[in-house]
Nanobody, 115 residues
Framework: QVHLVESGGGLVQPGGSLRLSCAAS????????MNWYRQAPGQQREFVAI???????HYADSVKGRFTISGDNAKNTVYLQMNSLKPEDTAVYYC?????????WGQGTQVTVSS
């Protein structure tokens, strides 16, 4: 059973930064890709960022230039560094791991951007 546990969310002022972590119960090398998604109240879950097993990354246009996804294989952890946060970034952030046809999800961590 694969477990993904997110942490690092919280309340931050506009323009501030947060770093989210996603700790996996298995080696990151066992996944084809790791993703971050987010879901705001009343909205559909949306893609934020991906890092592939080969190290390639891709971002949603709304976060490009502000967010950075990275992985630490020694810690089996994927990070999402979020800078220049805006109120519209407020959401529950989820990580997922893709392995062949199976996707594993974490429980999410709340990020609130407000003054």
């Amino acid at each position: 059973q694969v477990h993904l546990v997110e942490s690092g969310g919280g309340l931050v002022q506009p323009g501030g930064s947060l770093r989210l972590s996603c700790a996996a119960s298995e080696s990151l090398f066992s996944f084809d890709a790791m993703n971050w998604y987010r879901q705001a109240p009343g909205q559909q879950r949306e893609f934020v960022a991906i890092v592939t097993s080969g190290g390639g990354t891709h971002y949603a246009d709304s976060v490009k230039g502000r967010f950075t996804i990275s992985g630490d294989n020694a810690k089996n952890t994927v990070y999402l560094q979020m800078n220049s946060l805006k109120p519209e970034d407020t959401a529950v952030y989820y990580c997922n791991g893709q392995r062949r046809l199976t996707t594993y999800w974490g429980q999410g961590t709340q990020v609130t951007v407000s003054s």
